[in-house]
């Protein structure tokens, strides 16, 4: 496995997040904000635009989702996704500095 399978998975499971807030709470910035964060995030899987750029939105997702978290002191969705992030960019750090 490498770096990029856990990003396309991260990027599945923030649309599919983004989306339930759409459906549930007729959220439409959680819509859109998800959708812009994948688009960008898949730029990077495809080497389009630099890893950095995807380890830099995922840092700031961290900070958006743990502020999130901390205002309404719910595990769901923020706490999930915060957790989903921190587990994925880990992962992809770790994978990308394994010795071969």
């Known amino acids: 496995m490498n770096a990029n399978v856990i990003l396309w998975v991260y990027i599945v499971l923030l649309v599919a997040g983004g989306a339930a807030g759409y459906f549930k709470a007729k959220s439409h910035v959680s819509l859109?904000?998800?959708l812009?964060?994948?688009a960008l995030l898949a730029l990077a899987a495809l080497q389009i635009v630099p890893n950095l750029v995807a380890d830099v939105l995922m840092g700031l997702l961290i900070v958006v989702f743990g502020?999130?978290?901390a205002r309404t002191r719910k595990a769901m969705p923020a706490g999930v996704m915060l957790a989903i992030t921190i587990l994925a960019l880990v992962g992809r750090y770790l994978l990308a500095n394994a010795p071969a």
């Open 32 to 34: 859109y904000t998800s």
């Open 67 to 69: 502020i999130r978290l």
């Open 36 to 38: 812009a964060s994948a």
